[in-house]
């Protein structure tokens, strides 16, 4: 494996709106790192965005940021449609990637990006960055140690309504666009959620599910239901719905043992319920201003040969094929 023998120097490439608070900013503040260059094809937000954030050098083309021979870290935050080009393109160049989710537009494309990986023998890592959170690794510690007894069933539901999702109102508008998502909002919001329960459980044995444009308001699906099975006969039932009325959304996560429950929701807060009989604890947990800011930490001690891998492309594979078996 081809590790960074130095300071990580890291280029983005694509710095939109999650780059402004949720992960950019973190590749400054953590040892042995800064991030050097920025990549946009509007010249005016690129440089904006260079200035704001004191970053050095800022780029319309990302051949010309992946070229540059400072850099020695690419962070594709791109739509995913562009995902699986810019990612080759800079293992082959030598250069290790951090990927944002969802890896690619399907399966097939991360099965690709995983091979380039090998091939390249270049550190690669999907950003599933919740697996670095407190929140999801004290429930993983719950697991593990089976406090909620044998797991039989996981529940998720997430319900938006079109009011409460401003994704779907914003100008750009890609993430309803299945040419550059690869689907809906389901694309966006599932990959964190089914990546952690391979995260817990495993690969799943079997999945299957559907989707439906319900509303046809945009071009993705706004309904999705996905059944699956992991070791263990641990049963998956989850479901998507994007255009529910404001007095049904919700959002949540039930983990179902033979000795109690677990419940967290994904993206609202960061509490855990841990049910056991008539006992009930709730576990406050505190995210990070800059989210991503621990999983990045990960990331470049794997890119330094200091540490494991986080979140392979092969990890990353499982969940992509999940999403694939709801199409």
């Known amino acids: 494996m081809r590790f960074v023998n130095d300071d990580l120097r890291w280029?983005?490439?694509?710095?939109?709106?999650?780059?402004?608070?949720?992960?950019?900013?973190?590749?400054?503040?953590?040892?042995?790192?800064?991030?050097?260059?920025?990549?946009?094809?509007?010249?005016?937000k690129a440089a904006d965005y260079a200035r704001r954030h004191h970053?050095?050098?800022?780029?319309?083309?990302?051949?010309?940021?992946?070229?540059?021979p400072e850099i020695n870290a690419i962070y594709v935050a791109t739509?995913?449609?562009?995902?699986?080009?810019?990612?080759?393109?800079?293992?082959?160049?030598?250069k290790p990637v951090y990927v944002?989710?969802?890896?690619?537009?399907?399966?097939?494309?991360?099965?690709?990006?995983?091979?380039?990986?090998?091939?390249?023998?270049?550190?690669?890592?999907?950003?599933?960055y919740r697996r670095a959170l407190p929140l999801f690794n004290h429930v993983k510690s719950l697991l593990q140690r089976k406090e909620i007894g044998k797991i039989k069933l996981i529940a998720i539901t997430t319900l938006q309504s079109r009011i409460e999702n401003r994704s779907t109102q914003a100008?750009?508008?890609?993430?309803?666009?299945?040419?550059?998502?690869?689907?809906?909002?389901?694309?966006?919001?599932?990959?964190?959620?089914?990546?952690?329960?391979?995260?817990?459980?495993?690969e799943p044995l079997r999945t299957n599910g559907k989707s439906f444009n319900q509303d046809k308001a945009e071009p993705?699906?706004?309904?999705?239901?996905?059944?699956?099975?992991?070791?263990?006969?641990?049963?998956l039932r989850g479901t998507w719905a994007f255009h529910v009325h404001e007095s049904?959304?919700?959002?949540?996560?039930?983990?179902?043992?033979?000795?109690?429950?677990?419940?967290?929701?994904?993206?609202?807060?960061?509490?855990?319920?841990?049910?056991k009989g008539a006992d009930k604890q709730v576990v406050?947990?505190?995210?990070?201003?800059?989210?991503?800011?621990?999983?990045?930490?990960?990331?470049?001690?794997y890119f330094r040969g200091e540490g494991n891998n986080p979140c392979s492309f092969e990890e990353a594979l499982v969940s992509m094929r999940m999403l694939d078996s709801a199409r």
């Open 284 to 301: 406050e947990f505190t995210n990070p201003a800059t989210i991503q800011q621990p999983m990045i930490e990960k990331v470049a001690a």
């Open 11 to 44: 280029g983005i490439i694509g710095c939109g709106a999650v780059c402004e608070v949720k992960s950019g900013p973190a590749f400054s503040k953590i040892r042995h790192s800064s991030l050097r260059a920025v990549m946009r094809r509007d010249a005016f």
């Open 79 to 94: 739509p995913p449609a562009q995902h699986e080009e810019f990612a080759i393109r800079a293992m082959a160049a030598g």
């Open 171 to 202: 100008q750009d508008n890609w993430r309803v666009n299945p040419a550059l998502s690869g689907g809906g909002l389901f694309h966006d919001l599932a990959p964190h959620q089914l990546d952690l329960m391979c995260w817990f459980f495993g």
């Open 248 to 275: 049904a959304a919700r959002e949540s996560c039930e983990i179902i043992g033979d000795q109690g429950k677990l419940v967290f929701s994904f993206f609202s807060g960061a509490a855990l319920e841990i049910v």
């Open 55 to 68: 970053v050095p050098k800022f780029y319309t083309d990302a051949r010309q940021l992946i070229d540059d």
């Open 100 to 128: 944002e989710k969802p890896l690619a537009l399907d399966a097939a494309a991360v099965a690709r990006m995983r091979d380039a990986a090998i091939r390249y023998q270049v550190p690669a890592v999907g950003a599933y």
């Open 220 to 235: 993705a699906p706004d309904v999705t239901t996905l059944d699956a099975v992991f070791p263990s006969d641990i049963l």
